[in-house]
Structures are given as structure tokens and as C-alpha cells.
């Protein structure tokens, strides 16, 4: 009897265990239906967020959203827009006496930057001093790289009695990538000569950029100028896009070419045969180059926005974003361009990320535009912001 019940013991564990086991299998498949759900459910409500939109939906958004407020919260929305507005009108002035601040350092400025001036030309040689700044201990050398090896050699070749810095606003520009893309190989024997680049600041709300060259075999002009407009005033159509003053036109200056030497045209020769007779004849054309001196003859700016084709846009976007890089960077931080203590690496804040990046593929609306120099990509017009 005792026997028996024990085996009748034995036999209930083994079932309940079995139980067990199927209770925790189903368990684990319901788990793992609800996780599945949850991630749904999650990647459902994501795609609801509006900074999961594109801008384009989250604008329609997050207008119809105040459309759908009660009308008492649109009217407190209406008067919170209207103390919006008066701080941008502040802001406004604000940039305005930034600029006038911008004029009055300028002054200051032009001191140091003629001594620089006087130093990369070779007018003066100046005594030798310690930095003033803490140096950074030296990296390793890269010279046993083949490619730095090569591109080194023709430094090392400068002789010790050479005056100023040869090259030095020459080699600025194919240090920089935005810069280096306008330049192409025949306009370097130009550049070679160039002196110093300068800004004026004038009373009408723009600056000019003047380049300085000394004589050489291409044009006559000893300085190449190029003014940029500003506006700081909201717009009336649309007052809240304001974000600062930016450049909304440019105007170059003629260059005096010497016969047979101007880089922004070339010359075709183009066979053509007689319909009727065997005569054949050759006709010489001048057609657009591809060079660096193309930035001062740029596309005129009708008042009327519309009226400028798509081409023209990308060729002042680009115009627009290098008088910017010039005046604000190139000619305050020359010999740190020059020296690679700055660069213009707009990826340099990636460089903690590896692996491969996604290309976005709806941006194939991207169009090069060579006239300017070659390899420029259309973007955006930026905000020229005179405190950046």
C-alpha cells in the first residue's frame, strides 16, 4: 500500500513537472508576442512623433495642430507670436550695431594685418621670436609616407635666403577645400603673385574684399574687388525666418586682361565644310573657362528672386558661402589656415564614428556648377552672421 502510493507520488511529480515545463514554453512564446507587439506599438508611435517627421510634414503638423487648439489657446498662441516678433525686430537692431562694432575693430584689425602684409611679401624681415602661446608637443613625423614624402620635397627645396612666404596665399587656398575647388592649374601663376587679401567695410551695409597682385603677365589690375550687400531687416512677407543678417547680392569688378591671356575664356577652333562647294573653313570661338577669376564677374541678381534661373542660384549660393569663409575666416586666421592649426574639415567632428554611412537618397538634387571653378555642388544660401 505504501509502495503504491509512493509510486503514485512519483508518477503526479512527473506529470506536474512536464506541466511545468509546457506552462513555461507558453509563457515564453506569449513574452515574446507581446515584445514583438511592444516594439510595434513603439515604432507605431515613433512615426506619430513629429521630430520623427521630415520638415515638410512636421511644418503641415504642427500648423493644423494650433488650427485644432480651442479658439482660446490659438489667441494666447497669436499674442506669444506678436512678442516673438518685436524680440526679432531687437535682434535686428542688435546685428546693425554689430556691424558698426564690426567697421570700428576693422580699423584696429588693418595694424596687425599690414605687418603681415610686410612679413609674406618680404618687405620686412623680422627678428627671431619664442612663441607666446603653450607648444604643443611635436606629433610624429609623417615624412616616411610615400604621398606626404612627395608633396614635402618641393618645401624642403626652398632656398634659406628666400624673402617673405612664397606661396603663402596660394598654398591658403589649396589648403582649404571650398577654395581649393575654384582653383584650377592654370590660374596658379596668377595667384602666385597675389599679395594680400583686405576688407573694407563701407557705409552702405556691405563689405568689399580686395585682392592685391603684383605685376604680372595677365591683367593690369594691381587690386581685384568684390562687394557683398547685407540685410539685417526681417521680411515682410515672412518675418520669422529672420536668423541674422545675410548677403542678398554681389557685385565684381572688370578685370584688364593682357592680349591672349584672359583664364575665363578659351579658345575652339571648329572646322566647317561649304554645303555646295569643297571649300573648307575655320571658324575661332570663345567660350567659357572653368578658372578662380570667373568669382569676380558673378550672375546678376534681379529684384524679383523668381526671375533668377536655377543655375544662377547655385552659382551665388556657392558665391554667397566663400565671401563669408573669406571675410570671416581666411583673411583673420591666414597664418593659422597655412599652418593647419585650423582647417576646414567639416567632418572633423565624425571622427569618433566608424562603419559605413548612409547615403540619403533623396538628396539627388544636388547640381555642380563649374563656371565658378569646377566641382562646386549647390547649397544653401548662408546666414551671414557678422558675430560668427
Not at 566608424?354 to 566641382?375: A, L, N, T, Y
Request: glycine fraction near 4%; charge should be negative; aromatic fraction near 10%.
Amino acid at each position: 500500500m505504501d509502495a503504491k502510493k509512493g509510486k503514485d507520488v512519483a508518477a503526479k511529480g512527473k506529470d506536474d513537472a512536464l506541466m511545468s515545463d509546457d506552462d513555461a514554453q507558453h509563457d515564453n512564446e506569449d513574452g515574446s508576442s507581446m515584445s514583438e507587439n511592444e516594439g510595434e506599438k513603439e515604432c507605431s508611435t515613433n512615426q506619430m512623433v513629429p521630430a520623427y517627421m521630415n520638415a515638410i510634414l512636421r511644418r503641415q503638423f504642427l500648423q493644423e495642430m494650433v488650427k485644432n487648439l480651442p479658439a482660446k489657446l490659438q489667441d494666447r498662441i497669436t499674442v506669444l507670436k506678436n512678442i516673438q516678433l518685436e524680440h526679432l525686430k531687437l535682434e535686428a537692431q542688435f546685428f546693425d550695431e554689430v556691424y558698426e562694432l564690426e567697421k570700428k575693430y576693422q580699423e584696429k584689425y588693418k595694424v596687425l594685418f599690414e605687418q603681415r602684409r610686410t612679413i609674406v611679401t618680404g618687405e620686412v624681415d623680422p627678428p627671431k621670436e619664442d612663441p607666446k602661446w603653450k607648444v604643443e608637443p611635436e606629433e610624429e613625423s609623417m615624412e616616411s609616407v610615400p604621398e606626404f614624402g612627395k608633396l614635402l620635397k618641393k618645401f624642403k627645396e626652398i632656398p634659406e635666403d628666400t624673402k617673405g612666404i612664397p606661396n603663402f596665399w596660394l598654398t591658403i587656398f589649396r589648403n582649404t577645400e571650398i577654395l581649393s575647388e575654384m582653383v584650377q592649374e592654370h590660374d596658379e601663376p596668377v595667384l602666385q603673385k597675389l599679395t594680400d587679401i583686405t576688407i573694407k567695410y563701407d557705409d552702405e551695409h556691405s563689405y568689399t574684399l580686395e585682392f592685391h597682385f603684383d605685376k604680372n603677365d595677365y591683367f593690369t589690375n594691381e587690386v581685384l574687388t568684390k562687394q557683398y550687400f547685407l540685410k539685417s531687416a526681417l521680411d515682410e512677407d515672412y518675418p520669422f525666418g529672420f536668423e541674422g543678417p545675410e548677403i542678398y547680392k554681389c557685385k565684381g569688378c572688370n578685370i584688364n586682361w593682357e592680349k591672349k591671356m584672359n583664364l575665363t575664356v578659351r579658345t575652339i577652333r571648329k572646322k566647317q565644310k561649304h554645303k555646295q562647294r569643297a571649300a573648307v573653313r575655320t571658324i575661332v570661338k570663345l567660350v567659357p573657362n572653368d578658372s578662380f577669376f570667373n568669382f569676380f564677374n558673378p550672375p546678376e541678381v534681379s529684384d524679383d528672386k523668381e526671375e533668377i534661373d536655377e543655375e544662377s542660384q547655385g552659382i551665388l549660393a556657392t558665391d554667397y558661402e566663400i565671401g563669408h569663409f573669406l571675410r570671416a575666416r581666411i583673411i583673420p586666421k591666414a597664418v593659422l589656415y597655412y599652418t593647419g592649426d585650423v582647417i576646414d574639415d567639416e567632418d572633423e567632428d565624425d571622427d569618433s564614428f566608424d562603419g559605413e554611412e548612409e547615403e540619403d537618397e533623396e538628396s539627388g538634387d544636388e547640381k555642380e556648377h563649374p563656371r565658378m571653378g569646377g566641382g562646386h555642388k549647390k547649397k544653401p544660401m548662408p546666414n551671414d552672421c557678422p558675430n560668427q
